[in-house]
């Protein structure tokens, strides 16, 4: 029998990058190394990533600052999940948003193993945290050139870019694990969730055929909130549960205003 790495690298609906594209040592889910990430390519120190123990306790979700801008959900990819992945995106037309109307800024991922920085990317470009990217710094001369591009050209242009590669090559030698080989095969996932300057929240994934709106929240809700948890975390984690698959290994964290 095949396994899921054999599965998921000989599936035609696979959307992993091809074999021949270059590959990243894969980022470490740990809010000092996506923090230090994000310092480097132009975020204000002001501005870092946060572990959130619990989805659930009230008490230890008050440790995380608030308003929470983005979060990143980490998990193990199993079949399960592919198999609802592709029926999900089934039938659907590919994004191919762009331009200053953009409600939000997707990433397609073509990088191998750079799903961390994809994950961070969207973080960092949608809602208002993007007041807190400092002036002709990398990142926001990334997100100017990616605004009027269509995801093909916009994924061209982070294959492109030397100051991504440079300063993802500088964060994936951090954390608290060995880091692994750019040629290995990780079967661990990012996926982000937003809040748009719409108040809808959103699923960006560089690996789905574009972004997907969960919903819509209320002015004061960010998404840490009740109704976000509940429309992309616990509704992620549920139906992983449903579908036979117990208990999900998963982490996450959330940019929001440093202690510092």
């Given at each position: 029998m095949?396994?899921?790495?054999e599965?998921?690298?000989t ?10 594209n270059?590959?990243?040592v ?40 608030r ?27 590919e ?6 109307e953009e ?14 920085l ?24 990334l997100?100017?050139?990616a ?15 030397r ?25 661990l ?10 108040n809808?929240?959103w699923e960006?994934?560089?690996r789905r055929?574009?972004?997907?709106k ?11 909130s ?16 449903q ?14 205003q440093?202690?510092?």
């Open positions: 095949a396994t899921l790495k599965e998921l690298s599936s035609l609906d696979n959307p992993d990058v091809p074999a021949t270059k590959r990243f894969p980022l470490e889910n740990n809010p000092e190394v996506m923090s230090s990430l994000l310092h480097q390519l132009g975020m204000s120190k002001s501005i870092g990533f946060h572990d959130v123990y619990s989805i659930d306790d009230p008490e230890l979700l008050a440790f995380v600052p308003p929470a801008y983005a979060l990143l959900l980490v998990f193990p990819v199993n079949e399960r999940y592919e198999k609802f992945r592709t029926q999900e995106d089934s039938g659907k037309p994004y191919n948003g762009s331009g200053p409600e939000v800024m997707w990433f397609k991922q073509t990088i191998g193993n750079a799903c961390g994809i994950g961070l990317l969207h973080g960092a470009s949608n809602g208002p945290v993007k007041k807190f990217i400092e002036h002709d710094s990398d990142l926001e001369r997100f100017k050139e605004t009027p591009l269509k995801p093909v050209q916009r994924a061209d242009l982070l294959y492109e870019s100051a991504l590669e440079s300063a993802h090559q500088i964060a994936a030698q951090k954390g608290d694990s060995t880091a692994p080989s750019a040629e290995d095969y990780v079967e996932h990012y996926v982000c969730f937003v809040k748009s300057l719409d809808n929240l960006m994934d560089g055929i574009g972004p997907l969960l919903g819509t929240l209320e002015p004061e809700e960010d998404v840490l009740e109704k976000a948890l509940t429309l992309s975390v616990r509704s992620f984690l549920k139906r992983e549960e579908a036979g698959g117990g208990e999900l290994r998963f982490s996450l964290v959330a940019l929001g440093s202690f510092d």
